[in-house]
């Protein structure tokens, strides 16, 4: 099974700064779907920005991006201009292509903590 | 208004009792799933549905009962559970018509065994 790894139990940034939240992830398969989450306080997970494996060219989201390495099975998250409605839990997770179901994979998460 | 709602958004049970757990989508969505979500672990994806058939059960003690009467109803089943079940429980749902697409999630039910 594909494990995807958040090695950052928390973060702290100040508003306006810039953060990068890291992901790894371990598989065998070469075609695969990554997505970041967020999960406020409310607790209603919520897409931020996704990834196709076989696409190069980083996703970006308004003041989300991502730093896809496939080689190094990394998928960091960029958030920019940052703001205090961005504090959040933020999960990374790994959808397979080559497996039947549309089942995500999660790590478990960053809090992201934004101060003023 | 989220397009998937859970309800209870809260539960307390003693281990002895029975419960469900009820999740509706409202975006024609045609797949559906169960996660566990506790704390400083990954949320653990517990049953997966598509088209109203279950496609994946990932190992989940029989004590966990989905079902899916329609595609846009999910129920989860609870009898004689352990304190290590208690957690949030989050129900997602997603179109099948490829792997890009993003699963949406209920407010979740926050589940307390005593």
């Known amino acids: 099974a594909q494990t995807v790894t958040q090695s950052q139990p928390e973060m702290s940034v100040q508003e306006a700064e810039t953060v990068t939240l890291s992901c790894t992830y371990d598989?065998?398969?070469?075609?695969?779907?990554l997505f970041w989450y967020k999960q406020p306080p409310s607790r209603q997970m919520i897409l931020v920005i996704r990834?196709?494996?076989?696409?190069?060219q980083n996703a970006t989201e308004n003041r989300f991006s991502v730093n896809f390495q496939k080689a190094a099975k990394s998928f960091s998250l960029k958030i920019s201009d940052s703001q205090l409605g961005d504090a959040a839990m933020y999960f990374c997770?790994?959808?397979?292509?080559?497996?039947?179901?549309?089942?995500?994979?999660f790590g478990k998460g960053t809090s992201l903590l934004v101060t003023p | 208004e989220t397009g998937v709602t859970q309800t209870p958004r809260h539960l307390v049970m003693g281990m002895t009792n029975k419960k469900s757990l009820k999740c509706e989508q409202h975006?024609?969505?045609?797949?559906m799933y169960w996660y566990k979500q506790s704390a400083k672990k990954p949320l653990e994806l517990m049953f997966v549905?598509?088209?109203?058939?279950?496609?994946e059960n990932n190992s989940v003690p029989s004590r966990f009962s989905p079902e899916c009467p329609n595609s846009s109803h999910l129920f989860l089943h609870l009898h004689t559970l352990q304190p290590e079940d208690s957690a949030l429980y989050l129900c997602?749902?997603?179109?099948?018509?490829?792997?890009?697409?993003?699963?949406?999630f209920g407010d979740g039910t926050r589940l307390s065994i005593l």
């Open positions: 997602a749902s997603s179109q099948v018509t490829g792997y890009l697409q993003p699963q949406h």
């Open positions: 598989t065998s398969e070469s075609d695969y779907y």
């Open positions: 990834q196709e494996a076989y696409k190069q």
């Open positions: 997770a790994y959808r397979s292509a080559e497996r039947s179901g549309y089942a995500l994979n």
């Open positions: 975006l024609g969505h045609n797949a």
């Open positions: 549905y598509n088209f109203k058939e279950q496609t």
